[in-house]
């Protein structure tokens, strides 16, 4: 698995070790910290299906959130 920001130019992979996988992460932004606490949320709402989501954009943030904009939610780069 290999995650890229390319406006920041942040990277994230992960590579098999022998207790399991590791992870590298590089740049301003922890991209793959980033994927846990996104995983985390879903899991804690019930693991929703993807009707579920929703996105608000407006000129300076991206925020995507779960059956209801004021519900559980995360910012993404802009």
């Known amino acids: 698995m290999i995650l890229l920001d390319v406006a920041t130019g942040s990277q994230a992979w992960t590579e098999p070790a022998d207790d399991g996988w590791t992870v590298h ?5 922890c991209l793959w910290n980033q994927v846990e606490d996104a995983l985390t ?5 019930g693991s929703p299906e993807q ?3 929703g996105m608000t954009v407006t000129d300076d943030t991206q925020t995507v959130w779960l059956a209801d904009p004021d519900g559980p939610s995360w910012q993404l780069p802009v």
């Open 41 to 45: 949320t879903w899991q804690t709402a």
């Open 25 to 29: 992460q590089h740049g301003p932004l």
């Open 51 to 53: 009707s579920h989501f």
